[in-house]
């Protein structure tokens, strides 16, 4: 049976909606033995603290029980068998109840996260790209789908990149429960996955944003239109295109022997070019200030052009024209070239000013990010395995996702003052924590 998260009145006060909330999500998880370390788990979440792995939140929830309440939380996050499926559904139904209350969802916006972790026996530890560090480093990176507008916005799928290393490695698999289902896939494939996953929920289909590690997949974007979805996709400089009122060559005439040829051509003459290379090539008047947003520090502008444009990438092998769509590129004043290049299968009819809003809207999801790691202990869990790994990620999200919906529903001055800590045993300081508090 399908739970549908009830909606919020703005009368109701904070306590009684959180009561309410964790009450909806227990009853999801059937079993009555998990609800009490699903409440006690979420609320250290929400607890002021440094550290959210399992035992610092077990001593701020219950300090003179900490190792009774440890083991019934860690139990619950790395061993229990819920859906993970079922507790974001309902996290993404808290927000999207109130996202709607100031637009409606403007985009799917796909990204990826890096945490940092040392050692190599956590599940998917590697060294790869970390974001969060800037350079390839030991960490595990997970991907994700957020649903968005311009007030809120939440991740609704999350899922661990297993690189090769792991996923080709059966003992190291088994040793931290990775399922027999799941085997080696790229981000991006990962990504399409969880855009199938949530097409078939009840969420309206928006245009997918992603940055140039999607957006640079060819197989990625196509899939996206074949899907009919459309995008607002980051490009590397290099990527080629052919540009307004060029095409590729017809195929050559059939001579009368073999098959008759059919893929399209190009030639030393004619031939398409990189984006960059078509950016610096627009005159003056191509280039318009837009502003998409209010900043901290004043409006957030720069210049931008668009032109309509053919992927070329690999069309020596195609039978047929891709179809045109649109090229965003962003110049600052201040920069001597180009600094970032989208793709767009948006409508030709949409104003420009909301194409580059869209491509800008990833900022979302990188301030969603530093909060659930900063603020929800997204990159504390201590745990090696599979299942523990997803279970707190999804634990963090839902717990954000109630703190989003209540900003935007009545904001207090401080969210998480309706819970009360208990008072900490004189000299009491739990493992992992560098401090009681």
Not at 6 to 11: A, E, G, K, L, R
Not at 38 to 54: E, M, V
Not at 354 to 383: C, N, P, T
Request: net charge neutral; with cysteine; proline share 7%.
């Amino acid at each position: 049976m399908r739970i549908t998260y009830p909606i919020m009145t703005q009368t109701e006060d904070i306590k009684s909606s959180f009561d309410r909330y964790l009450n909806v999500l227990s009853d999801a998880l059937s079993h009555k033995d998990r609800h009490r370390p699903l409440k006690d788990y979420i609320a250290g979440l929400c607890l002021s603290g440094t550290r959210k792995s399992i035992e610092p939140m077990a001593a701020r929830i219950d300090p003179y029980h900490v190792q009774a309440k440890h083991q019934s939380m860690h139990h619950f996050v790395a061993r229990s068998p819920w859906d993970d499926e079922i507790v974001l559904r309902l996290a993404r139904e808290v927000v999207v109840e109130q996202m709607s209350q100031h637009g409606e969802i403007a985009a799917w916006i796909v990204d990826d996260t890096g945490i940092p972790k040392k050692g190599r026996h956590s599940v998917g530890v590697a060294r790869q790209y970390c974001g969060v560090l800037g350079k390839t480093e030991n960490c595990q990176v997970a991907v994700s789908i957020s649903v968005a507008n311009e007030v809120l916005s939440i991740p609704v799928a999350y899922r661990l990149y297993l690189p090769e290393s792991w996923a080709n490695d059966n003992e190291r698999r088994s040793h931290v429960g990775v399922p027999e289902t799941v085997s080696f896939q790229k981000k991006w494939q990962i990504a399409l996955d969880q855009i199938g996953w949530l097409s078939n929920e009840d969420v309206p289909k928006t245009p997918v944003i992603a940055d140039a590690g999607y957006g640079n997949i060819t197989t990625f974007r196509e899939t996206l239109t074949g899907r009919e979805i459309p995008y607002v996709v980051g490009i590397h400089n290099d990527t080629t295109v052919w540009p307004p009122n060029m095409d590729p060559l017809e195929p050559l005439e059939y001579s009368g022997r073999g098959r008759s040829p059919a893929r399209l051509r190009r030639d030393k003459d004619h031939h398409p070019v990189d984006v960059m290379t078509l950016a610096k090539s627009l005159p003056g008047i191509s280039w318009l200030h837009f502003t998409w947003r209010e900043g901290t520090n004043g409006d957030m502008q720069s210049r931008f052009a668009v032109v309509r444009v053919r992927p070329a990438h690999n069309d020596v092998n195609q039978h047929t024209l891709r179809s045109e769509e649109w090229l965003l590129i962003e110049w600052p004043k201040t920069e001597s070239a180009p600094t970032k290049f989208w793709l767009s299968t948006l409508s030709e009819t949409i104003p420009i000013e909301h194409l580059v809003k869209l491509a800008k809207m990833r900022w979302r999801i990188e301030r969603d990010y530093q909060e659930l790691k900063s603020e929800f202990g997204l990159g504390h869990y201590e745990g090696r395995g599979w299942r523990g790994f997803h279970h707190h990620g999804t634990l963090c999200i839902t717990a954000y996702a109630f703190m989003v919906a209540e900003r935007a529903r009545q904001p207090p001055p401080e969210l998480n003052s309706f819970l009360e800590t208990p008072p900490v045993p004189k000299g009491f300081k739990p493992r992992g924590s560098p401090c009681s508090s």
